[in-house]
């Protein structure tokens, strides 16, 4: 498979080498040049696929032949192997929980696949330089990344967040694995984190001694996978005859477009919904037709604080660069802080179910298009653990909620990172 950057001025390049590089030179996302419709025969047969089986399907024609079949398949084994459950709330609606994974976040399954792809690619090219994957994050991207590249060969994983500024578990999930994981804390808020990853994937000095790269969406490795999501649902979905809508809380829109991707094979997606923060960039663009990006404001949903969304160029792609045709096939919402903690309390009274403020806000959007679209079968993503959220959970809901094992291992366990100040020291850490 071949991908072309969207900036439409760097060369063509296959699957490999679009994973390394992660943006393409003229700073484009990349994106597959072909996209190959799945037979009918597969959607019919669904229910009886493995998770494994179905992932490989939909995501064999992205990688090609760049990895052998077997190895493909004992990749997405070991990716997936935790559940994807579709939880009915209410009659015609139901939360996909995307959050059973070793960080307890959707960004797992991503983080996982695109570190076996290079930990593949790494060995199979012995002599090459070992790849360093420099990430900035504000909470949960650097624990899904750092769980997910935990001990794979020939690639080291340098982790920048700002002090402070991250949930107790979250630092913890980024600072106490050890091995080829290395945490930096920043004197500096999330966006000097980001400048200074952007200031050394500039630096040729580096170029020279590493090879860099990103591990946030942009990656078509990280990207892709999550179309998995989409396609587990339906097969685990009884009602198949009812018109089905998608809502994605969404922040850099990789989620919600691997979901049309999804559509784009085949899955019979009837319309998707995007619920935002006040981080309103696209409900705004399908209001106005206007594209506004703004800088971005900080909320109790902070994994969606994103003022100018990456993705959102791939899904014009695959709209051909129409806004009808978006609009047609995409809805959007926002929501202030007070009416997703009311949402979490609401569904937690009359639905017996705890919602994480991301969660919520897909509920929240997902509610508001079906007021007026009574006949389709809705289904929101939940797309963390609530426990990763404890501080901004109302209270009440908190006190009763059971701390799971995958975060209960770690908080005994002994932080270790190294405190920057500025590029200088971030430059010297990755020269050493
Ligand atoms: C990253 C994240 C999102 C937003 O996903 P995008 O693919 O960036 O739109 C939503 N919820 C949670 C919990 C996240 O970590």
């Known amino acids: 498979m ?107 399954v991503g983080a996982r ?42 690639v080291d994983v340098v982790i920048l967040y700002p002090s402070g500024k991250v949930s107790d578990i979250q630092e913890k999930q980024l600072t106490t694995l050890g091995q080829n994981i290395k945490a930096l804390e920043v004197d500096g808020v999330f966006d000097d984190c980001q400048d200074m990853v952007k200031t050394a994937f500039l630096d040729e000095d580096l170029k020279t001694a590493r090879t860099l790269t990103s591990a946030n969406s942009i990656n078509i490795a990280r990207w892709l996978p999550q179309m998995f999501y989409y396609f587990f649902a339906f097969k685990t979905l009884k009602q198949k005859d009812k018109k089905l809508v998608f809502s994605v809380p969404s922040g850099n829109y990789g989620n919600i477009c691997a979901g049309m991707m999804a559509q784009k094979l085949g899955l019979p997606i009837h319309h998707f919904v995007t619920g935002t923060n006040a981080n309103n960039i696209v409900p705004e663009y399908l209001k106005t037709g206007n594209y506004q990006t703004k800088a971005s404001v900080a909320t109790i949903s902070n994994a969606m604080d994103v003022g100018a969304p990456s993705n959102f160029i791939r899904i014009e792609a695959l709209h051909n660069n129409n806004f009808t045709q978006l609009k047609a096939n995409l809805s959007g919402f926002s929501y202030t802080d007070s009416e997703t903690v009311d949402a979490i309390n609401h569904l937690k009274t009359h639905h017996d179910y705890i919602a994480d403020p991301h969660g919520a806000i897909g509920y929240l959007a997902l509610k508001n298009y079906m007021t007026q679209h009574p006949d389709s079968y809705g289904i929101f993503l939940e797309t963390a653990h609530p426990i990763k959220f404890l501080p901004v959970m109302p209270e009440q809901i908190v006190n009763n909620m059971e701390m799971p094992s995958q975060i209960k291992s770690i908080l005994h366990k002994e932080k270790k990172s190294t405190i920057i100040s500025d590029y200088k020291e971030l430059k010297e850490f990755l020269l050493k």
Do not use: W
């Not at 994050?137 to 899904?144: I, L, Q, V």
């Open 113 to 154: 696949f695109m570190a076996r792809c290079l930990g593949y690619f790494n060995s199979k090219n012995k002599n090459t330089n070992k790849v360093t994957v420099l990430v900035a994050t504000s909470g949960d991207t650097g624990g899904a990344v750092a769980s997910g590249f935990l001990g794979v060969d020939g």
């Open 2 to 108: 071949t991908y072309f950057s969207l900036n439409h001025n760097a060369p063509e390049v296959i699957f490999e080498e679009a994973v390394v590089r992660g943006l393409a030179p003229d700073k484009g996302l990349y994106f597959p040049k072909t996209i190959q419709q799945l037979p009918e025969s597969f959607f019919q047969n669904i229910e009886n696929l493995s998770h494994v089986d179905i992932a490989f399907e939909a995501i064999k024609q992205f990688v090609g032949d760049e990895i052998h079949e077997e190895d493909l398949k004992s990749i997405l084994k070991d990716v997936l192997s935790f559940d994807f459950p579709l939880v009915e709330i209410d009659k015609n609606i139901a939360s996909l929980e995307l959050y059973h994974g070793p960080t307890m976040a959707f960004k797992d």
